[in-house]
DNA sequence: GTCTATGCAAATAGTTTGCACTTTT
DNA sequence: AAAAGTGCAAACTATTTGCATAGAC
């Protein structure tokens, strides 16, 4: 699906829920739809101001992104940050994420004996499944030999304190 | 794992941090092990008021809380709701939640096939997995029943307007 | 012309923090 | 006595909302 494409599909999403095509909407779906990043409302509004283009309030900002996860334009992440992210599916499988606590990057992946196993959970505890929200914490690469450098360097220090 | 056990297992927490027992503590640590149940900060903060024993301030119930998830007595899990709630660790397994989206009513479980496959994610993706977090959401068996319910007396009345 | 959308600023909600005073060690 | 903890109220942060005005249909 191109970009033109799903832009149909929006207006069509608006029309069905009889919205309007403003400028401010069709600026944050063209711009949400131009990025490959995970991004917050606030970092969309910083690009809205930055850019040209007709003026977006925050709240429109915010309204319209309200708007575009309801009709599964865009998904939602909560990295932890203290404020969520987003990203749209366009071209994108069903994925889960994975978090580095230390640089904030973040990875997909898929595997789909964990969504088997989900399913299958549901099913024994009588759940009729809707979405789910697997999140995998730790250090990416870079990180962890970050982490392990300095790990080495309080060892050294450690044992000259010792000996 | 008993309650005493447990509770000595605190207080060599806080001696190794320099940490003071204070009564606020001990009386919100014994309160947190007493309930099986989740709970959020304002919840406890409500037992704590209703019933007797040292005061406790709402700024203190939540330090409290942040100190008790630091050294690994509590766990955190946010349901979707704007608030964190808690859950102690005291004969938990590590476990999962399955969230109900009409009544927050939460079921924990557990699946060794999903935990393999994260640890395998991490691995290819070059993270040194920390922790992570899943959580299903969807209708519990009572309301899926509702549900359906509903469901049924929408169509009826939709089939007397089109006949 | 009607109905929805926008912008602004104020409100919200959960949580955190600065500071003067109290308690534990 | 020293160090940490507490309570209070104010601050914070991301997000939401009320309302008057502007714009899409």
Redesign the interface.
Known sequence: MNQSAIQRQFERFLKTRALKLTHQRRRIFERVFATHEHFSAETLYGWMRAETGSAVSRATVYRTLSLLVEGEFLETL?AGKGELLYEHVLGHRHH?H?V??DCGKI?E?S?E??ET??R???L??????????????????AC?KK?ERVAEIVRRASSKVDG
Request: proline letters at 0%.
């Open positions: 909560d889960d994975l580095c606590i990875e992946f595997d004996r964990i196993a989900q299958e959970a549901a024994r505890k009588g759940f009729t499944l809707q979405y789910h929200n697997l999140r995998l914490f730790g250090n990416c690469a962890t982490r």
